[in-house]
């Protein structure tokens, strides 16, 4: 019922920026937090920043100062702005979110997070 679907990444030379999207579509009546995570080969996937439905947003570390994510609660849509790209950066970018949605004949709510399939992010030095 409920679909992330992320796009924006590629192939990019170290310093350089990208934008990723993440829309959600599906019977939607809410969704709280939006995070982007991402997943380097042999890697466990790690949490990379984060955003609640009020705009209040959390960073890892490593990413601090170079990435801003951002939303859209009209478009269900969630952002993550990179720049001063790194080698480092590449991986895997997953977005994930709480998203609240109508289920069955009589409209219930049920709660569920979703994850996206995944865009590959590589930067080259």
């Known amino acids: 019922q409920v679909q992330l679907v992320e796009s924006g990444g590629g192939l990019v030379q170290a310093g350089g920026s990208l934008r990723l999207y993440c829309v959600a579509s599906?019977?939607?009546?809410?969704?709280?937090?939006m995070c982007w995570y991402r997943q380097a080969p042999g890697k466990q996937r790690e949490l990379v920043a984060e955003?609640?439905?009020?705009?209040?947003?959390n960073y890892a570390d490593s990413v601090k100062g170079r990435f801003t994510i951002s939303r859209d609660n009209a478009k269900n849509t969630v952002y993550l702005q990179i720049n001063s790209l790194k080698p480092e950066d590449t991986a895997v970018y997953y977005c994930n979110a709480d998203v609240t949605y109508y289920s069955g004949p009589h409209y219930s709510l049920l709660a569920n997070v979703y994850w996206g399939q995944g865009t590959q992010v590589t930067v080259s030095s």
């Open positions: 599906g019977s939607i009546f809410s969704i709280k937090r």
């Open positions: 955003v609640t439905s009020t705009g209040s947003t």
